[in-house]
């Protein structure tokens, strides 16, 4: 079954389904359809995300086992609630000794059932690059030593991982302290130990991303996928889940035929008479670039709601301020680079530095491609190499897929990317590149030999974007944070309420059911963060005299800090100021420094400029933390924080305005809405771990009793209405509205028709100059001028903007139509 709506919870030993069936009448009040559950299928020890999963065939025991999962389920069911979950298709935990899969294949190699499970090339042993040196001074240090663990004797590196020894050996094993013995006992095994600062170059099974703990699984074989979905197929068949969210789809061979799978064995499955009957939801987790769309041929539902999140955001920024942010950007940071720039050298860098490996292996196999085809004999390995590198330097989207699963757009796409690449092609070798993007799309039933090399492409174009760009470029260019988040195009500030309703009509046409979110586990920043940082899109000449007087205050260049960290900091400060917080609050400040300090750390190092995880500077990284807690310690800085605290109060209306925007337009356009965990109050939470942190539901359930909340009190009504008109939400056709007068730019207009019922709904947008220094979300009337909104009926009277807004800047109306 569709949900009406959804709410995603975090599940982990902390927060188990006991937690969860304990606040189901409070979910259930609220609105709510359906509980959407990160990964519940059993995870490494002390997981605090779920997606390192160690054995998909069983419920995990820390989260309350399949009793607990059992009771959720119940209570749910009793209130006319169902449960959707999140499967990961695309990779297994294997760090930690827990995965019996994994153990297996190590300690028997391909003669283990499950050496065809991974993406391992066989070509040689499996290495696992866990030492923290090389093999020889690790075997020097005794940091490697044989433990017995249930009467069977493991290999213990570092005492923190244990591996299999070889069933052949466990009688043979050599006399304590032997470094001789030892090494030739490892040369023995299945697998081999190497410097972890190898696996960029030299690992030789697929990863996810840049994580050796987590290993890719080959769902293109039958028999793997069979047996990782085995639980999802009885939980579904009992009547327990309702549907599923796939984890990182783009990471599979053949995301299309993996999906369509999917969907035919769910459809084959029957299900109890008292559950709700299918068909099952299914999204996909797919980052879209630009003008891409998810493919029909899938069967899903949609995607899991980037795309949404992305556009919403990008319809609160005012485009008139991308000049003036971007001039205060190059004058305050000193970076040059605009944002396209900025994304190529990352996307140059990390090819080089952390996907090695991966790229030679791909250029083998188009090498042996090129020698076996009469189009492109004669060609070195070299051309194709410099052919594949500079395309994985200007790819636009995350990958592409087999010719029958080929989006909408993708003709156009590949059109761009053939452009894009010419600058950087060697002259004469522009064929070499064109011939590679032909075989990107070419049918290919039967030539195992240019599927293979297309898959090593396809499974190459989606890190190397996942972390050149969300994970390196969105830490370097820092115009306006709010645009640098999971799945936005950071080039582009703002767009048109045009454009929003472009896309908004394509969704209800292809994608009715698909998922709508503003924030989740994996943001960057909270969905009221980058409400609050969206308003300087519209008051950037203020935002330039706050900000050089915050970095005077604060000391600028004598702190020691990159300026463009500065100017980074001074964001992240002002959109996660917490609401009520003091400037006075010394312990409160305290609090809120602590979570800057660990955004901080992370942000730099995967900026990868003046620090790096691989190579932490803690020099510099001291001289950021004392500069960020000196800043926020009242007793040294009152007057940085008295000026923090009045700007953000100055922004209080607007910000409050665009956070009720972005809820409203969630919750009444095509798709369906998931609310983050927590995110019905205020959501000023930074990247992970920040956003996952403890919610407090008792104190939303005593603000949904009072209904007074303004953003609490908004997502009940408008979950209400879909509650009473369910079909409306799911089915009804999507209207734009004309807007005409002075303020037109400033109001986006639709309505929702079926059937005779009719939701009308108008929003105001960009406030920020009518609000500055206001701590209510409305106007004043003369603000509007002679701004209108059309009816749908063209007989019908003109409604007048200010009459709209006069009390929110959300106006919805559900009637018929027809009535007066």
Same mark, same amino acid.
């Given at each position: 079954? #569709?949900?009406?709506?959804?709410?995603?919870?975090?599940?982990?030993?902390?927060?188990?389904?006991?937690?969860?069936?304990?606040?189901?009448?409070?979910?259930?009040?609220?609105?709510?359809?359906?509980?959407?559950?990160?990964?519940?299928?059993?995870?490494?020890?002390?997981?605090?995300?779920?997606?390192?999963?160690? +054995?998909?065939?069983?419920?995990?025991?820390?989260?309350?086992?399949?009793?607990?999962?059992?009771?959720? =389920?119940?209570?749910?069911?009793?209130?006319?609630?169902?449960?959707?979950? +999140?499967?990961?298709? !695309?990779?297994?935990? =294997?760090?930690?000794?827990?995965?019996?899969?994994?153990?297996?294949?190590?300690?028997?190699?391909?003669?283990?059932?499950?050496?065809?499970?991974?993406?391992?090339?066989?070509?040689?042993?499996?290495?696992?690059?866990?030492?923290?040196?090389?093999?020889?001074?690790?075997?020097?240090?005794?940091?490697?030593?044989?433990?017995?663990?249930?009467?069977?004797?493991?290999?213990?590196?570092?005492?923190?991982?244990?591996?299999?020894?070889? *069933?052949?050996?466990?009688?043979?094993?050599?006399?304590?302290?032997?470094?001789?013995?030892?090494?030739?006992?490892?040369?023995?095994?299945?697998?081999?130990?190497?410097?972890?600062? #190898?696996?960029?170059?030299?690992?030789?099974?697929?990863?996810?991303?840049?994580?050796?703990?987590?290993?890719?699984?080959?769902?293109?074989?039958?028999?793997?996928?069979?047996?990782?979905?085995?639980?999802?197929?009885?939980?579904?068949?009992?009547?327990?889940?309702?549907?599923?969210?796939?984890?990182?789809?783009?990471?599979?061979?053949?995301?299309?035929?993996?999906?369509? #799978?999917?969907? @035919?064995?769910?459809?084959?499955?029957?299900?109890?008479?008292?559950?709700?009957?299918?068909?099952?939801?299914?999204?996909?987790?797919?980052?879209?670039?630009?003008?891409?769309?998810?493919?029909?041929?899938?069967?899903?539902?949609?995607?899991?709601?980037?795309?949404?999140?992305?556009?919403?955001?990008?319809?609160?920024? +005012?485009?008139?301020?991308?000049?003036?942010?971007?001039?205060?950007?190059?004058?305050?940071?000193?970076?040059?680079?605009?944002?396209?720039?900025?994304?190529?050298?990352?996307?140059?860098?990390?090819?080089?530095?952390?996907?090695?490996?991966?790229?030679?292996?791909?250029?083998?196999?188009?090498?042996?491609?090129?020698?076996?085809?009469?189009?492109?004999?004669?060609?070195?390995?070299?051309?194709?190499?410099?052919?594949?590198?500079?395309?994985?330097?200007?790819?636009?989207?995350?990958?592409?897929?087999?010719?029958?699963?080929?989006?909408?757009?993708?003709?156009?796409?590949?059109?761009?990317?053939?452009?894009?690449?010419?600058?950087?092609?060697?002259?004469?070798?522009?064929?070499?590149?064109?011939?590679?993007?032909?075989?990107?799309?070419?049918?290919?039933?039967?030539?195992?030999?240019?599927?293979?090399?297309?898959?090593?492409?396809?499974?190459?174009?989606?890190?190397?974007?996942?972390?050149?760009?969300?994970?390196?470029?969105?830490?370097?260019?820092?115009?306006?944070?709010?645009?640098?988040? =999971?799945?936005?195009?950071?080039?582009?500030?703002?767009?048109?309420?045009?454009?929003?309703?472009?896309?908004?009509?394509?969704?209800?046409?292809?994608?009715?059911?698909?998922?709508?979110?503003?924030?989740?586990?994996?943001?960057?920043?909270?969905?009221?963060?980058?409400?609050?940082?969206?308003?300087?899109?519209?008051?950037?000449?203020?935002?330039?005299?706050?900000?050089?007087?915050?970095?005077?205050?604060?000391?600028?260049?004598?702190?020691?800090?990159?300026?463009? +960290?500065?100017?980074?900091?001074?964001?992240?400060?002002?959109?996660?100021?917490?609401?009520?917080?003091? *400037?006075?609050?010394?312990?409160?400040?305290?609090?809120?420094?602590?979570?800057?300090?660990?955004?901080?750390?992370?942000?730099?190092?995967?900026?990868?400029?003046?620090?790096?995880?691989?190579?932490?500077?803690?020099?510099?990284?001291?001289?950021?933390?004392?500069?960020?807690?000196?800043?926020?310690?009242?007793?040294?800085?009152?007057?940085?924080?008295?000026?923090?605290?009045?700007? @953000?109060?100055?922004?209080?209306?607007?910000?409050?305005? !665009?956070?009720?925007?972005?809820?409203?337009?969630?919750?009444?356009?095509?798709?369906?809405?998931?609310? /983050?965990?927590?995110?019905?109050?205020?959501?000023?939470?930074? =990247?992970?771990?920040?956003?996952?942190?403890?919610?407090? /539901?008792?104190?939303?359930?005593?603000?949904?009793?009072?209904?007074?909340?303004?953003?609490?009190?908004?997502?009940?009504?408008?979950?209400?209405?879909?509650?009473?008109?369910?079909?409306?939400?799911?089915?009804?056709?999507?209207?734009?509205?004309?807007?005409?007068?002075?303020?037109?730019?400033?109001?986006?207009?639709?309505?929702?028709?079926?059937?005779?019922?009719?939701?009308?709904?108008?929003?105001?947008?960009?406030?920020?100059?009518?609000?500055?220094?206001?701590?209510?979300?409305?106007?004043?009337?003369?603000?509007?001028?002679?701004?209108?909104?059309?009816?749908?009926?063209?007989?019908?009277?003109?409604?007048?903007?200010?009459?709209?807004?006069?009390?929110?800047?959300?106006?919805?109306?559900?009637?018929?139509?027809?009535?007066?």
């Amino acid at each position: 079954m #569709t949900p009406r709506a959804t709410y995603r919870l975090q599940f982990h030993r902390d927060f188990t389904f006991a937690d969860a069936t304990a606040i189901v009448p409070y979910l259930a009040d609220l609105g709510i359809s359906h509980i959407y559950a990160s990964p519940i299928t059993t995870a490494r020890s002390g997981s605090t995300h779920g997606y390192d999963v160690v +054995d998909p065939t069983r419920v995990n025991p820390e989260l309350g086992g399949e009793d607990g999962l059992r009771t959720l =389920v119940a209570a749910l069911r009793a209130r006319d609630m169902g449960l959707v979950i +999140d499967i990961v298709p !695309n990779h297994m935990g =294997v760090g930690g000794g827990e995965n019996a899969w994994w153990n297996d294949v190590l300690a028997h190699g391909q003669a283990s059932p499950y050496a065809r499970f991974f993406d391992i090339d066989w070509s040689a042993k499996p290495l696992l690059p866990i030492l923290g040196a090389r093999l020889e001074d690790v075997l020097a240090a005794g940091d490697i030593a044989i433990v017995r663990r249930d009467g069977e004797p493991r290999l213990s590196v570092y005492g923190e991982h244990e591996l299999p020894i070889r *069933p052949e050996d466990r009688d043979n094993l050599p006399a304590d302290g032997d470094r001789e013995g030892l090494a030739a006992l490892l040369d023995r095994q299945h697998y081999q130990l190497g410097w972890w600062r #190898t696996a960029d170059d030299e690992l030789n099974w697929r990863r996810f991303f840049t994580i050796s703990e987590l290993a890719g699984l080959r769902q293109e074989d039958p028999d793997v996928f069979e047996a990782t979905h085995a639980l999802v197929f009885r939980l579904y068949g009992e009547g327990l889940i309702d549907g599923v969210r796939i984890d990182h789809v783009d990471g599979l061979a053949d995301p299309g035929a993996y999906c369509r #799978t999917l969907r @035919a064995r769910l459809e084959a499955i029957s299900r109890p008479a008292d559950a709700p009957a299918g068909p099952a939801y299914i999204v996909v987790e797919k980052i879209l670039g630009p003008g891409e769309r998810l493919p029909a041929s899938w069967q899903v539902d949609g995607t899991s709601g980037y795309d949404f999140m992305e556009e919403v955001s990008a319809l609160l920024h +005012d485009p008139a301020g991308e000049a003036p942010l971007d001039a205060l950007w190059h004058d305050f940071s000193g970076r040059m680079l605009d944002y396209p720039a900025e994304e190529l050298l990352a996307r140059q860098q990390l090819l080089s530095w952390s996907f090695d490996g991966q790229f030679r292996a791909c250029a083998e196999l188009f090498a042996q491609l090129a020698a076996e085809r009469e189009e492109s004999r004669g060609w070195t390995s070299g051309m194709l190499r410099r052919a594949l590198e500079r395309l994985l330097w200007v790819f636009p989207v995350y990958r592409t897929y087999r010719p029958r699963d080929n989006a909408p757009t993708q003709a156009e796409m590949l059109d761009r990317v053939r452009a894009a690449v010419i600058p950087f092609t060697p002259p004469g070798e522009q064929e070499v590149a064109e011939q590679v993007l032909d075989w990107l799309v070419e049918p290919s039933e039967g030539d195992r030999l240019l599927q293979a090399a297309r898959r090593r492409f396809q499974q190459l174009t989606a890190p190397i974007a996942a972390k050149a760009v969300e994970d390196t470029a969105f830490y370097r260019y820092g115009r306006l944070l709010s645009r640098n988040d =999971v799945g936005f195009d950071a080039h582009r500030l703002a767009q048109s309420v045009d454009s929003f309703h472009q896309g908004c009509a394509v969704r209800a046409r292809d994608f009715p059911a698909s998922m709508l979110a503003t924030a989740t586990h994996d943001h960057k920043r909270g969905e009221d963060v980058r409400a609050r940082l969206a308003v300087l899109s519209a008051v950037p000449e203020e935002w330039r005299a706050e900000v050089t007087g915050w970095d005077w205050l604060a000391g600028g260049e004598r702190s020691g800090v990159d300026p463009a +960290d500065r100017f980074m900091f001074y964001q992240t400060l002002l959109g996660a100021w917490p609401a009520g917080l003091r *400037p006075d609050d010394a312990a409160g400040l305290g609090d809120f420094a602590a979570r800057l300090v660990a955004w901080q750390v992370k942000a730099l190092r995967e900026a990868k400029l003046r620090s790096s995880w691989e190579a932490p500077d803690e020099a510099y990284e001291g001289t950021c933390r004392q500069m960020v807690e000196g800043l926020l310690d009242p007793a040294q800085s009152r007057p940085f924080l008295d000026a923090v605290d009045g700007f @953000a109060g100055r922004l209080a209306g607007a910000a409050l305005a !665009n956070s009720l925007a972005q809820v409203a337009l969630k919750l009444t356009v095509p798709g369906m809405p998931d609310t /983050y965990q927590g995110c019905e109050l205020e959501d000023f939470s930074l =990247v992970d771990p920040d956003n996952r942190r403890p919610v407090d /539901y008792a104190q939303r359930q005593a603000l949904l009793a009072e209904r007074r909340h303004p953003k609490l009190v908004l997502i009940r009504r408008l979950l209400g209405l879909r509650r009473v008109d369910p079909a409306l939400f799911a089915r009804g056709d999507y209207r734009p509205l004309e807007v005409r007068g002075a303020r037109e730019g400033n109001v986006i207009a639709f309505t929702r028709t079926l059937e005779g019922r009719r939701l009308t709904c108008a929003v105001a947008l960009r406030l920020g100059p009518a609000l500055l220094d206001r701590a209510e979300p409305v106007a004043d009337a003369d603000w509007w001028q002679d701004t209108t909104v059309a009816p749908e009926d063209p007989a019908a009277e003109r409604l007048d903007a200010a009459r709209l807004f006069a009390a929110s800047p959300v106006h919805v109306a559900l009637d018929r139509v027809g009535d007066g």
